[in-house]
């Protein structure tokens, strides 16, 4: 059994640690706020970009995974997130005489400035201009250099319960095909996730960096008619990306997110072992579409609707 800490345990970070749980080890959830944190994760109420909070962490650690995100789209709160968190959490670490074995880092593929549909993999590039991908390069480059075993994990975008903006914007009628060239999209579910961060923090011999998404890079054009057809929606219409505003400090950063297009390999994921569940956002979303529609209608809802 281990002791593993998870650092910023939101949604991805509580579904890795109730598998954790599940399969006998001892796992703390660190959190700002511990509402909503489920039973079997030890809750540790601590700010990461607080060192004060960070003086009494659990002792003696087998691993810890650090799966903060920002609060916001701004670059003081990547800045805090990505930088700051990481950094107090290592001092925290080595003031505490801990000795973990390996630490992990939930990353990013935004950390790529490729955007005219190029192939990527681990070994391609990280030079994304943007603040996101800059401060987000930061922290890897951090737990890298902290003379610990570290694993820096780059996920795609993420879906799953909760997360399903794609399908919400398909069935309201607001879902727009880019125009022009195709536009690459990189998925990954959230179950996938927690799967692919207890796959690699057990893995006997892991390679410092991976690239976690999964087997089925696509134009969004693609996915949004995919889910329009099953749905039983029409078509998406077919639009440019939004002008930008003068003087807004971060929509220019906005839109190169818009804007990426490539297409990532997981061919070093998959050639460690791992299988996902959902191979193609095909897969995932339909599980998605699946659930919703064995689900009963909240009755609150109607009632207000009524």
């Given at each position: ?6 650092a910023g ?104 400035a490729q ?5 990527v993999d ?185």
């Open positions: 059994m281990a002791r593993i800490l998870i345990c939101g949604d991805v970070g509580t579904t890795l640690g109730l598998r954790l749980h599940a399969a006998g080890h001892e796992v703390w959830g660190l959190k700002r706020s511990l509402h909503g944190l489920p039973p079997g994760l030890q809750p540790l109420a601590a700010d990461l970009a607080d060192p004060a909070t960070l003086t009494v962490l659990p002792p003696a650690l087998d691993y810890l995974v650090y799966s903060a995100a920002a609060a916001g789209f701004s670059e003081a709160l990547y800045q805090a997130a990505y930088v700051a968190g990481v950094r107090n959490l290592l001092d925290a670490l080595r003031q505490g005489g801990q000795h973990p074995k390996r630490l992990l880092l939930t990353s990013s593929t935004s950390v790529y955007h005219r549909g190029e192939w681990e070994d391609s590039p990280a030079v994304a201009e943007s603040f996101s991908g800059r401060c987000i390069r930061a922290g890897e480059q951090l737990l890298w250099d902290s003379g610990w075993p570290a694993v820096v994990v780059r996920f795609g975008g993420i879906y799953g319960p909760g997360r399903t903006r794609l399908i919400d914007s398909v069935r309201d009628g607001t879902a727009t095909c880019p125009a022009g060239a195709p536009v690459f999209t990189n998925r990954i579910h959230r179950d996938d996730c927690a799967q692919v961060l207890e796959h690699l923090l057990l893995l006997p011999d892991p390679a410092p960096l991976y690239l976690a998404v999964d087997d089925d890079p696509a134009p969004l054009a693609e996915v949004l008619s995919w889910l329009a057809i099953q749905l039983g929606m029409p078509e998406p219409s077919v639009g440019a990306c939004p002008a930008l505003k003068p003087g807004s400090k971060n929509r220019p950063d906005r839109a190169l997110r818009q804007r990426a297009s490539k297409r990532c390999r997981n061919a070093r994921l998959r050639g460690s072992g791992f299988q996902f569940h959902y191979p193609s956002y095909r897969d995932g979303y339909a599980a998605l579409l699946r659930a919703a529609a064995a689900s009963p209608p909240d009755q609150n809802a109607v009632s207000a609707k009524s």
